[in-house]
């Protein structure tokens, strides 16, 4: 079982900035993506960023060159600084992790519960 864990969601004015944290732990062998999506109400899930641990990086276009994903290997741990935020940023993010457990089972995609980023004045 993977077990993701975010941080760093919150209320923030427009233009202002947040960073998200997300932590992987569990009985995993490797991870090959980890990243963020997020959903807004009446909206679908939407890819905002994802990062492998060799650093290839993938962006929505909606996040321009707002926001930029990193990670740490060794922490299991990806980012996600956000900046200029808009309004239209309103959602809430979930963290995402393809990964391979170390009992050898199939790769699986595992979620966080989500964290709320609230963008108003």
């Known amino acids: 079982q993977v077990q993701l864990v975010e941080s760093g969601g919150g209320l923030v004015q427009p233009g202002g900035s947040l960073r998200l944290s997300c932590v992987a732990s569990?009985?995993?062998?490797?991870?090959?993506?980890m990243g963020w999506f997020r959903q807004a109400p009446g909206n679908q899930r939407e890819l905002v960023a994802t990062?492998?641990?060799?650093?290839?990086?993938n962006y929505a276009d909606s996040v321009g060159g707002r926001f930029t994903i990193s990670g740490d290997n060794a922490k299991n741990t990806v980012y996600l600084q956000m900046n200029s935020l808009k309004p239209d940023d309103m959602a809430l993010y979930y963290c995402?992790?393809?990964?391979?457990?170390?009992?050898?089972?199939?790769?699986?995609?595992?979620w966080g519960q989500g964290t709320q980023v609230i963008v108003s004045s």
């Open positions: 995402y992790c393809l990964a391979q457990l170390a009992s050898g089972r199939p790769l699986s995609n595992y």
């Open positions: 990062i492998s641990p060799t650093g290839t990086t």
């Open positions: 569990g009985s995993i062998f490797r991870i090959y993506n």
